[in-house]
């Protein structure tokens, strides 16, 4: 075989056989591919597409490139992974709350991404606490505390690493094959016995229709079921942060607030529909609907937050987080409210902008060597919907520097609408996707 063959193949819409693309993800691994041959074949793909054949042999292929790894404990191994929105902390609620429910959650997480927040900075907001720790302790971590969140070993699907640096610089980011490959082949080297994948559709999410949402996340569950991991997925909405903060501090507090505080939220309630399906599909609960209420149960009575604190402490944080979390958050410098400019109601949030505006206040990466601040961000974000008087604040910015706080201030107000009537509220679970 050669790169040359198989690239070929593509340009004439031919779909590669298992063993070709199994080879050229090896190449892709061990360098024996070239970048120029891996731009052309993710352009190839990109203008052709794989099918649902050569999909799931892509992201079999791209998971065996590396390291797979096993797990000795006595229940299911179950994850979750979510496409990526804003003020969406899902992660920090439900991984402790499955972990209550006797199962064992392995999350290999990520950074940001563009607009969206990233699972290990807002983590890493607590001070002491590191994502990035070796096979042997994660799998320790993992006995002791039944969940961990952390960030991937240079082991873990290499192919998808090499490969997605050269689709960020050759446009080939959008390919449905490519993003469920790249999602699916991190995610199964993980070895979960099931799996749900939260799509976000809306103004804050990648993708921003239902039609464009719903042809991923059949991709997603189908491939995953294909590579044998019983997979699910939900379509919710992201026309609006989940949680009325961005900012990995900020929504971190947010995160606390509902497990030490049982807030009623979005936040809550998506966290309960996923638990919901994943105690499902894993065989510890008989409905998705058992398995909601078990989820809330858990969150109510205290028991996830206690396990939230033995996971973070086991990961450097401090001991008595979940006691006294407040004081060791870091707070920004500059805190400003951004009044509203008339009355009206919401009728509109762009969780886009709203999430580029963290990002330029320090909060995200420009370049992948930046580093963030974990104070700064936009906080009291109200919801679509609220009747807010002239004057009165629709959001709070906090940044480093007065002048990054007014900046911030402009881009909240041309992003949040106000208008004479109530808008019609999408609902916040839109649809259950299973094969």
Known sequence: MDARSIIAKLRRQEVPGREELI??????????????????????????????????????AMRDSGDVLTWDVDGPVIDKHSTGGVGDSVSLVLAPALAECGAYVPMISGRGLGHTGGTLDKLEAIPGVSTQIGQDRLAQILRDTGAAIVGATGQ?????????????????????????ASILSKKLAASPDALVLDVKTGSGAFM????????????????????????????????????????????????????????????ADISAELGGVLLTDAGI????????????????????????????????????????????????????????????????????????????????????SDEIDPAVGISSILRLGDRVPKG????????????AARRAAETVLSAIEISDTAPTLPDLIHERISV
């Not at 239902?210 to 997979?231: F, H, I, P, S, V």
């Not at 609006?240 to 009623?264: F, I, R």
């Open 156 to 180: 873990i699907a290499p192919a998808d690493k090499r490969l997605y640096a050269v689709r960020d610089v050759t446009a080939t980011v959008e390919s449905l094959d490519l993003i469920t």
């Open 208 to 267: 921003k229709t239902m039609e464009d949402a719903r042809k991923l996340a059949t991709a997603l569950t189908q491939t995953a079921n294909a590579a044998g991991c019983r997979t699910s997925a939900v379509i919710t909405d992201m026309n609006q942060p989940l949680a009325p903060a961005l900012g990995n501090a900020l929504e971190v507090a947010e995160v606390m607030k509902v497990l030490t505080m049982s807030n009623a939220s979005p936040l």
């Open 23 to 60: 080879w050229f993800a090896q190449g892709l691994a061990d360098g024996s591919v070239s970048d120029a041959q891996a731009g052309a074949f993710a352009m190839a793909v990109c203008m052709g597409g794989l099918g649902p054949r050569g999909r799931a042999d892509l992201t079999i």
């Open 285 to 368: 609960c008989g409905t998705v609907e058992e398995g909601r209420e078990k989820i809330f149960e858990i969150i109510r009575d205290g028991r996830a937050a206690e396990r939230f604190g033995r996971m973070m402490a086991a990961v450097g944080g401090p001991v008595q987080f979940v006691d006294t979390w407040a004081r060791f958050l870091p707070e920004a410098n500059v805190i400003q409210e951004v009044p509203a400019p008339r009355d009206g109601f919401i009728s509109a949030v762009d969780g886009e902008a709203l999430g580029l505006a963290v990002v330029a206040l320090g909060g995200g990466r420009q370049v992948e």
């Open 392 to 403: 009165t604040p629709i959001a709070v910015i906090h940044a480093a520097r007065e002048d």
